[in-house]
């Protein structure tokens, strides 16, 4: 039995699958105080149901959201027979979320701090080929993943639309999670100090220029000698002087990082005042060379929601005119760029042509930085904004549940390597990068944190959907998978262990998490081998996940 292993929020959503295998159904369900025994409530599990070709399997979803008490429990499930199963204890609280992960993401955040001998190395870091023959300070920052110690604003850029955002998105979580009165304010104070750790790295990563450098790269040798300002291309890690970071490939979301880091009025190794002046100047670079940046020349979605991001946030830490008339520009473009079309209405044209919008870590973005510019937004754009963000979620809701989906696993609309387009559970193995999928929990806690904030500005019955989704999304991070696999480590059971790694999976971490199979895109995956080359897509910790999972706990 899949249970959330953490356990419930009281008024929340509350789920649980049953796996049957070839076994007869469960008739009931049952929820029982774990300490007396005592039934505090009862309900009948759904119809049993495959899922595409999950390991030939079926399973049983079961809902007990009608039941708000707290306590600690356990759920029994009594099959035709009389056969009993009873699950793990858990529990159901109020604000359970925020009291319990707070510290625990905090702490991971502190543990990934960019350490010796790389600390050290990364004052005079020299740059790829002979276009800058110069070395440059960019020490601070976090390593990116418990299987590269090298430092991202981010990658793939020469796959165009895959772009995740990276160091500059915990920074933006950080700053965020410091004036969230939802969590431990105790920790506040340690949340400003880690964002300006991240701030201050991003400072040092922006030339006087106004560009901001993409990558520090080792080609994930751990080998100091080989760091270098760059970007990269392939699994083999080709370096290219390309190191110039646009909207999307991490100067949009680095600039709005720093624009709100600026709101937190204190200083790190730089000043507030130099945070917002870096974010003000690296705007204004990319405003004439964005298009110089990006690989093919072209702007796309990603360049959207990032520049409305960096656009709003330095329209809320400057009141300047001009930003909100950029933000204004930039949300228009986005909201044009929501379409329908292949049996579906209410999905993101990701391109200036029919690509959908699909993405392995950030699919929450384009919500998030519609949701941020409701804020500054004049009252005549906030129609249209609304509509969207209502239309997007009924949009995930629909191709969510057309299938079997016991789990309530987020689907997406996507153009597969064969140039057909179609649904389906798991990023494609074909894709533009050649090789980079890998299990999708950053993409999870987007969408978690994502719906979470689209809700008050949308109907009540999309509201609900979101409500819903946000919480199945969390579920599968926190156990409530076909694995039984918590994904947080320290909460749960049966964490990863990613053996290559140059460092041990930590405590407060979140790694990569399932997939599709290795070898059918329509099986589930998770730590089917352990190849190096292959075992990261399962098991590697990588920042992006506990950003985004931090930022949704501050929606809780």
Known sequence: MATNQVGYEAAGPKFAVLALGDGPGFTALRLRDAATGELVFETTPDAAAGVDRWKTQRWQSAEFTAFTGTGRFLLEALDAAGARLVSEPFEIAEQ????????????????????????????????????????????????DASGDVSKYLSHLSYANFMNPQQTPLVVWALSKAAICPHLDTNLHAAFRMEALWGADFLVRMCDPAGMFYMTVFDRWSGDTAQREICSYSTQKGHKHDSWEAGYRQGGGMAIAALARAARLRQDGEFTAAEYLATAERAFAHLEVHNLAYLDNGEENIIDDYCALLAATELSRSTHKPEYLVKAGERATSLLDRLTGGHGYDGW????????????????????????????????????????????????????????????????QLVKRSDGEIGTQFFYPHGNDSGYWWQGENARLGSLAYALRRAMPHVDAEAAELARVQSQRTLDWILGLNPYHASMLQGFGRNWAIYGPAKFPNADGGICNGITSSLSDETDIGFCETEDPFQSWRWSEQWLPHAAWFLLAMTEY
């Open 96 to 143: 359970l979320y925020a009291e319990r992960f707070s510290s625990a993401l905090l702490g991971y955040f502190r543990s990934q701090r960019t350490a010796e001998p790389y600390l050290g190395a990364d004052r005079a870091i020299a740059f790829i080929g002979n276009k800058r023959n110069a070395r440059v300070d960019v020490h601070g920052g976090w390593y």
């Open 348 to 411: 993101w044209r990701a391109d200036n042509d029919t690509r959908p919008f699909f993405h392995a870590s950030d699919e929450g973005l384009p919500i998030a930085a519609l949701v941020d510019y409701l804020a500054i937004a004049p009252e005549a754009d906030r129609p249209r904004v609304s509509a969207a963000l209502g239309k997007v979620v009924r949009q995930l809701a629909k191709i969510t549940a057309e299938v079997a989906n016991p789990f309530a696993y987020p689907r």
